[in-house]
Protein backbone atom coordinates (compact mmCIF):
# COMPACT_ATOMS: atom_id res chain seq x y z
CA UNK A 1 0.00 0.00 0.00
CA UNK A 2 1.14 3.83 0.13
CA UNK A 3 1.46 6.35 2.55
CA UNK A 4 0.19 9.75 2.38
CA UNK A 5 1.05 12.70 3.75
CA UNK A 6 -0.32 16.40 3.02
CA UNK A 7 1.03 19.84 3.63
CA UNK A 8 0.22 23.37 2.73
CA UNK A 9 -2.94 24.37 4.40
CA UNK A 10 -3.42 27.58 6.42
CA UNK A 11 -5.60 30.64 6.84
CA UNK A 12 -5.92 32.72 3.89
CA UNK A 13 -8.27 35.93 2.90
CA UNK A 14 -10.85 35.31 0.59
CA UNK A 15 -9.45 36.04 -3.12
CA UNK A 16 -5.80 34.64 -1.72
CA UNK A 17 -4.20 31.35 -2.53
CA UNK A 18 -2.73 28.57 -1.10
CA UNK A 19 -1.11 25.61 -2.46
CA UNK A 20 -1.71 22.14 -1.45
CA UNK A 21 0.93 19.05 -1.72
CA UNK A 22 0.32 15.22 -0.84
CA UNK A 23 3.49 13.13 -0.49
CA UNK A 24 3.16 9.04 -1.46
CA UNK A 25 5.50 6.89 -0.05
CA UNK A 26 5.98 4.76 -2.76
CA UNK A 27 6.29 5.49 -6.48
CA UNK A 28 2.87 7.37 -8.22
CA UNK A 29 3.50 5.86 -11.29
CA UNK A 30 2.25 2.35 -9.11
CA UNK A 31 -1.13 4.44 -8.14
CA UNK A 32 -4.24 3.89 -10.30
CA UNK A 33 -5.59 6.93 -9.34
CA UNK A 34 -5.02 10.05 -6.87
CA UNK A 35 -7.39 12.80 -5.54
CA UNK A 36 -8.00 15.57 -3.17
CA UNK A 37 -11.19 15.80 -1.31
CA UNK A 38 -12.41 18.07 1.34
CA UNK A 39 -14.79 17.64 4.32
CA UNK A 40 -16.40 21.20 6.03
CA UNK A 41 -17.78 21.30 9.09
CA UNK A 42 -21.33 19.09 9.79
CA UNK A 43 -20.83 18.22 5.94
CA UNK A 44 -20.23 15.03 4.27
CA UNK A 45 -16.57 14.74 2.34
CA UNK A 46 -16.68 15.34 -0.98
CA UNK A 47 -14.39 15.40 -4.26
CA UNK A 48 -12.31 18.49 -5.42
CA UNK A 49 -10.63 16.54 -7.99
CA UNK A 50 -9.79 13.55 -9.49
CA UNK A 51 -6.47 12.39 -11.48
CA UNK A 52 -5.78 9.16 -13.25
CA UNK A 53 -2.49 7.47 -13.51
CA UNK A 54 -2.31 9.28 -16.99
CA UNK A 55 -2.79 12.30 -15.67
CA UNK A 56 -5.85 13.65 -16.78
CA UNK A 57 -7.84 15.28 -14.36
CA UNK A 58 -11.92 15.90 -13.72
CA UNK A 59 -12.71 18.59 -11.03
CA UNK A 60 -15.70 19.82 -9.22
CA UNK A 61 -17.82 22.35 -10.65
CA UNK A 62 -17.61 24.69 -7.99
CA UNK A 63 -13.37 24.95 -8.19
CA UNK A 64 -13.01 24.49 -12.03
CA UNK A 65 -10.88 27.24 -13.09
CA UNK A 66 -9.78 28.18 -9.72
CA UNK A 67 -7.85 25.07 -8.38
CA UNK A 68 -5.53 22.94 -10.61
CA UNK A 69 -4.39 19.78 -9.38
CA UNK A 70 -0.70 18.10 -11.05
CA UNK A 71 1.95 15.46 -10.57
CA UNK A 72 5.43 15.89 -9.94
CA UNK A 73 6.63 11.63 -10.39
CA UNK A 74 9.98 12.52 -9.61
CA UNK A 75 9.15 13.71 -6.23
CA UNK A 76 5.98 11.19 -5.57
CA UNK A 77 4.23 14.21 -5.18
CA UNK A 78 0.74 15.71 -6.30
CA UNK A 79 -0.58 18.81 -5.92
CA UNK A 80 -3.40 21.40 -5.64
CA UNK A 81 -3.13 24.95 -6.48
CA UNK A 82 -6.28 26.98 -5.19
CA UNK A 83 -6.53 30.70 -5.97
CA UNK A 84 -9.24 32.70 -5.86
CA UNK A 85 -10.67 31.11 -2.69
CA UNK A 86 -13.71 31.59 -0.92
CA UNK A 87 -14.79 30.73 2.21
CA UNK A 88 -16.52 28.22 0.97
CA UNK A 89 -13.72 26.17 0.42
CA UNK A 90 -12.69 26.36 4.07
CA UNK A 91 -12.43 22.37 5.21
CA UNK A 92 -10.01 19.99 6.09
CA UNK A 93 -8.31 18.79 2.66
CA UNK A 94 -7.61 14.93 2.16
CA UNK A 95 -5.70 12.96 -0.21
CA UNK A 96 -6.92 9.78 -1.47
CA UNK A 97 -4.92 7.46 -3.47
CA UNK A 98 -5.99 4.05 -5.35
CA UNK A 99 -3.89 0.94 -5.60
CA UNK A 100 -3.89 -2.21 -6.85
CA UNK A 101 -1.87 -5.21 -5.64
CA UNK A 102 -2.29 -8.47 -6.49
CA UNK A 103 -5.82 -7.85 -8.06
CA UNK A 104 -6.91 -5.98 -5.10
CA UNK A 105 -7.84 -2.59 -4.83
CA UNK A 106 -6.66 -0.40 -1.79
CA UNK A 107 -7.70 3.04 -0.84
CA UNK A 108 -5.91 4.86 1.19
CA UNK A 109 -6.32 8.97 3.16
CA UNK A 110 -3.67 11.36 4.35
CA UNK A 111 -4.06 12.66 7.33
CA UNK A 112 -5.91 15.75 6.30
CA UNK A 113 -4.86 19.56 6.39
CA UNK A 114 -6.93 22.20 7.27
CA UNK A 115 -7.55 25.10 5.00
CA UNK A 116 -9.50 28.05 6.28
CA UNK A 117 -10.81 31.10 4.16
CA UNK A 118 -11.83 34.52 6.14
CA UNK A 119 -14.10 36.80 4.79
Known amino acids: QVTLVESGGGLVQAGGSLRLSCAAS????????MGWYRQAPGKQREMVVS???????NYEDSVKGRFTASRDNAKNTVFLQMNSLKPEDTAVYYC?????????????WGQGTQVTVSS
Open 96 to 108: NAITVIAGVEYET
Open 51 to 57: ISSGGST
Open 26 to 33: RSIFSIRA
